[in-house]
């Protein structure tokens, strides 16, 4: 199976790029699934249905977010009705909303998706190791299921391959997003589960982590309050993963980075 993940997608800018790229994407590469994590799409804060809807429209099967889920107060009484919509699996019980769907591809090939949220200087949730654990008795790779793809949305690098390491062998992959910088250590690890720290945005990075740079210079320097954040509005470059996976295993046998357009040198998978 051919895996696609783009990473959080933030304002105009980045949903503009994505949107674009994602029917040339599925086209060129192939894909059975394509996950997008749209935490930070409504500018740069939270999504909203009309959104979602666009994003399906252009070739997104599932959607994942994090931290910021709830930003925009409509999302709220929306996320129940839409099942492709997760938010973190480890939040609260009774919370709105879920953060494990199984979607079921055009060749009819299982994928569960799972959105998980990390704790170090992040919210103090449950568990997300034995969290993982409870949902890979449930979603068993190459069993009841042909793929698991993991999104960790997550602060640290610690927390991130120690959640991957965790999970290898179980999952075909792991991928860490929220940090919106994408990391250089693609890889298969040694059960043979692909994994990256974190997949970067969908967004312009002529910024500061997709904001626009001089509201946080600001801050940094002064120490003062400068106002609220707004989303950088510049070319946006495109940061996604692309994998795939053995048809017996359900485990990655090829993973690598994609990104287009903007400031970052581009990155295509090898014919």
Not at 35 to 55: D, L
Not at 173 to 202: E, F, K, R, S, W
Not at 227 to 254: M, S
């Amino acid at each position: 199976m051919r895996l696609l993940h783009l990473g959080d997608v933030l304002g105009q800018s980045g949903r503009k790029a994505a949107l674009e790229a994602l029917p040339m994407l599925r086209d060129r590469l192939s894909v059975d699934i394509a996950v997008v994590n749209v935490e930070n799409a409504a500018h740069g804060f939270g999504v909203t249905a009309k959104i979602c809807k666009e994003f399906y429209d252009a070739g997104a099967d599932v959607l994942t977010t994090g931290n910021h889920v709830w930003d925009q107060r409509e999302i709220i009484a929306y996320i129940d009705e839409d099942e492709k919509l997760l938010r973190p699996w480890n939040f609260p019980d009774g919370t709105p909303g879920n953060g494990d769907y199984v979607f079921k591809t055009k060749s009819g090939k299982k994928v569960c998706v799972i959105n998980m949220m990390g704790r170090l200087f992040m919210d103090p949730l449950s568990c997300p190791f034995q969290g993982a654990d409870k949902l890979f008795n449930k979603h068993k790779l190459g069993k009841n299921v042909d793929a698991v793809i993991v999104d960790f949305h997550a602060e640290t690098t610690s927390e991130k391959m120690a959640f991957g390491h965790h999970c290898d062998g179980r999952a075909s992959l792991v991928l860490g997003t929220h940090t919106h910088v994408p990391t250089a250590d693609a890889q298969i690890l040694p059960n043979g589960t692909g994994y990256q720290t974190d997949v970067g945005m969908c967004g312009d990075f002529d910024s500061v982590i997709g904001m626009k740079k001089e509201n946080s210079v600001r801050k940094f320097i002064t120490k003062m309050p400068s106002g609220r954040f707004e989303p950088a509005e510049g070319p946006a470059t495109v940061c996604g993963v692309y994998v795939e996976t053995d048809d017996k295993t359900g485990l990655a046998k090829r993973i690598e980075a994609v990104r287009i357009g903007g400031r970052l040198k581009g990155s295509w998978p090898s014919a």
